[in-house]
């Protein structure tokens, strides 16, 4: 048994500027920038999150710009072969995630409890 459910809205941004990246999804989403956030570092800014609603985090990428979805989950491996079975594909693992295909082409990742107050809202899987 192990529970999952959607964790964070990423947007991946083809961008040499962040921080104007930020600035736009920031007003756009009427979310203020979490500078004091532990995962604004680097390529990544959080966007403030109110209390039971999905993270918003931008990354700088190097590929296309595009949207995707974090599924938490308890059990990383139990997700990844779930998903599997449902037809998903690994495109890789890396050390805390693992990053999928869906069936359709969109790329999504399976990722450690990040958010508080799990397993509120999660799915119990057998």
Same mark, same amino acid.
């Not at 999804?25 to 979490?34: K, P, Q």
């Not at 956030?37 to 296309?64: F, K, W």
């Not at 449902?86 to 069936?103: F, N, Q, S, T």
């Given at each position: 048994? *192990? ?8 947007? $991946?941004?083809? @961008? !040499?500027?962040? $921080?104007?990246?930020?600035? +736009? ?8 920038? $979490?500078?004091? *956030?532990?995962? @604004? ?6 966007? !403030? ?13 190097? *590929? ?21 079975? *449902? ?16 069936? @359709?082409?969109?790329? +999504? ?18």
């Amino acid at each position: 048994m *192990h529970r999952s459910r959607l964790c964070a809205l990423l947007i $991946d941004c083809n @961008t !040499d500027d962040i $921080d104007a990246a930020a600035t +736009f999804w920031s007003a756009a989403l009427g979310r203020g920038i $979490d500078r004091a *956030h532990p995962g @604004t570092r680097g390529d990544y800014v959080m966007l !403030d999150t109110p209390p039971d609603e999905p993270i918003v985090q931008l990354q700088r990428v190097s *590929h296309e710009s595009r949207v995707h979805i974090d599924i938490e989950t308890d059990d990383i491996e139990a997700e990844v072969a779930r998903l599997e079975a *449902h037809g998903a594909k690994v495109a890789r693992r890396l050390e805390r995630w693992v990053v999928m295909d869906a069936p @359709t082409g969109q790329r +999504f990742c399976i990722v450690r409890v990040q958010r508080p107050g799990f397993p509120k809202n999660a799915t119990t899987w057998d």
